[in-house]
């Protein structure tokens, strides 16, 4: 409900520049993830200056199908190497994320990246989004292989 200190004022609600509804009451039910936004409630009387009011609408939902950024799910690396910066996203709010890897590797947020490579690098890389106010999860992974450097001699006659 949308009040301000005059008589005689029109209300509405908009979207943007999208009028929604022209009373001080905005009944928002069952919202869609793509009308999380903001909300403006107007208040004006002819002759008087307008008045706004912004309200900020997110919407709990997912975590949908995870992504990888590269989208690459296998990589190769000598020992020594670094893997670049990894991010993985979902589609979800709110949203935690979690790594998971070889042995007991670990690491919380949206990206990761491996300096030094060795061969306890070797494996499955997993990026789990969790929603905790919707109990769901999503993950997608990555496989990394650890090879040694090897130096070919070539000789001549």
């Avoid at 005689?8 to 001080?24: L, P, Y």
């Avoid at 997912?62 to 190497?81: C, K, Q, R």
């Avoid at 490579?117 to 990555?142: H, P």
């Amino acid at each position: 409900m949308c009040q301000a200190d005059c008589n005689g004022c029109s209300f509405s609600w908009s979207r943007g520049q999208t009028t929604i509804v022209n009373t001080d009451v905005l009944n928002l039910m069952s919202l869609l993830v793509n009308e999380a936004g903001q909300y403006t409630c107007t208040a004006s009387r002819t002759g008087a200056t307008t008045k706004e009011k912004t309200l900020s609408i997110k919407v709990i939902h997912g975590p949908s199908s995870g992504s990888l950024n590269p989208a690459d799910t296998h990589y190769t690396v000598e020992i020594g190497e670094t893997l670049a910066t990894v991010t993985c996203s979902a589609s979800c709010w709110p949203c935690s994320y979690m790594w998971t890897g070889p042995g007991d590797f670990s690491s919380s947020g949206q990206t990761i990246s491996l300096q030094g490579a060795t061969k306890a690098w070797d494996g499955r890389y997993t990026c789990t989004a969790t929603n905790d106010r919707t109990s769901t999860v999503s993950s997608t992974y990555f496989d990394v292989n650890v090879t040694d450097q090897i130096a070919l001699l070539s000789t001549h006659p």
